[in-house]
């Protein structure tokens, strides 16, 4: 497989609620990667931008409200196979249809307060972090755990 990049994002709720640290776990314990991470205060253009593929949803102004009422935490991550097991370990959009163990299944009880971004393809994941950080957010390092997670 290759390296590829994900852009996760604890949304405001999350970060009200006090699960930064659980849903940073989640993906630090599983051997992904950090390269990215901030708190931030997300402007309504850049929210529209981010979920701009559901423009024409009902739901879209109350997304966009929820997305912008308070800081989230953003991240990227980094590893072989990232974009596909990050939204594993994330779950169903609907709370009540994702499997315990997952964050949502975990965490959450409806899909308007689900808690956590995840990207849903390897290109959406590069699209995501270039719109959330700047590059000079990025970081390019080699964690010592490396050889005790692929050999
Ligand atoms: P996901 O976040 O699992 O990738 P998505 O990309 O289809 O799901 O939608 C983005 C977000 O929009 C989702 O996390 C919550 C919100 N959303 C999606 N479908 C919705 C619905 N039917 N009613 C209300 N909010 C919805
Ligand atoms: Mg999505």
Known sequence: ???EQ???????????RGLVGEIISRFEK???????????QCPKDLAEEHYK???AKPFFPKLIDYITSGPVVCMAWEGVGVVASARKLIGS????????????????VQTGRNVVHG???PENGKREIALWFNENEINQWTPAQAPWLRE
């Open 1 to 3: 497989g290759e390296i």
């Open 6 to 16: 994900t852009y996760i994002m604890v949304k405001p709720d999350g970060v009200q």
């Open 30 to 40: 599983k051997g992904f990667k950090l390269t990215g991470l901030k708190l931030f």
């Open 53 to 55: 593929d559901l423009k």
């Open 93 to 108: 959009t609907d709370p009540l249809q994702a499997e315990p163990g997952t964050i949502r299944g975990d965490l959450a």
């Open 119 to 121: 990207s849903d393809s």
